[in-house]
């Protein structure tokens, strides 16, 4: 089966455009995840989506906004990009939410952003 | 709140030699997961190992061995006989709000990069 995938894998924009960042889940997962990763310092949570519906926001402004598919793909968007939003943003996909017992949390390749 | 410190930011070993890996980690709940995730250049965090606040029984998995002790909110992971191959940066991190119900997210440590020398 594949794995968490996202697109696309490298972008540049420049301050003020807008972008929208791709992941499908692997194939079975209904919990799909968004961590923004900058350079040298850990991932942060951004969003979670169990069953199309937004279960967790971390505190990130509202210029960021995702949505969760029928088939549970996920689109991450940012508006109005800033120098700081140039980051890996990372998809995580899992059966059902939350970091329970045999449910193990799955990761994408990410997406790397550069705003310039 | 929680929060995950990983103090060593970079460690440079000989092949073969052991390396341990610190992690420290703070939370309020008393039910939550520990994990490590490993990445290499490529970007993507492989999974290596859960742990439940639970279960402080020591792991080991081929190379790979796990501490973790409660007392000390530490959960170390060591390396044995390491290989060029386990170059990558670690990421610990951590998972709460399981006993309400809400554990949503993994707060990560900020990695330590580890490079193994031939």
């Known amino acids: 089966d594949a794995g968490v995938t996202q697109s696309p894998t490298h972008l540049i924009k420049t301050r003020g455009q807008q972008v929208t960042l791709r992941c499908s889940p692997i194939?079975?997962?209904?919990?799909v995840s968004w961590y923004q990763q900058v350079l040298g310092q850990g991932p942060q949570f951004i969003f979670q989506?169990?069953?199309?519906?937004?279960?967790g926001r971390g505190n990130f402004p509202d210029r960021f906004s995702a949505r969760q598919f029928p088939n549970y793909s996920s689109e991450l968007n940012v508006n109005a990009l800033l120098l700081g939003d140039s980051a890996l943003y990372l998809c995580?996909?899992?059966?059902?939410?939350?970091?329970?017992?045999?449910?193990?949390?799955?990761f994408g390749e990410g997406s790397w952003l550069t705003v310039v | 709140a929680q929060k995950v410190t990983q103090a060593q930011t970079e460690i440079s070993v000989v092949e073969k030699e052991d390396v341990t890996l610190d992690c420290v980690y703070e939370?309020?709940?008393?039910?939550?997961?520990l994990f490590w995730y490993k990445q290499p250049p490529s970007g993507e965090l492989v999974f290596l190992i859960r742990?439940?606040?639970?279960?402080?029984q020591n792991e080991i998995s081929g190379r790979y061995s796990w501490n973790f002790q409660k007392s000390t909110s530490s959960f170390n992971f060591t390396i044995t006989a390491s290989q060029v191959v386990d170059s990558a940066v670690y990421f610990c991190a951590l998972s709460e709000g399981i006993s309400s119900g809400s554990a949503r997210q993994l707060t990560f440590g900020s990695g330590t990069q580890l490079t193994v020398l031939p």
């Open positions: 989506y169990y069953e199309k519906e937004e279960r």
């Open positions: 939370t309020r709940d008393t039910t939550y997961y």
């Open positions: 194939s079975g997962h209904k919990s």
């Open positions: 995580a996909s899992s059966r059902i939410q939350g970091a329970r017992s045999g449910n193990t949390i799955y």
């Open positions: 742990r439940n606040s639970f279960d402080e």
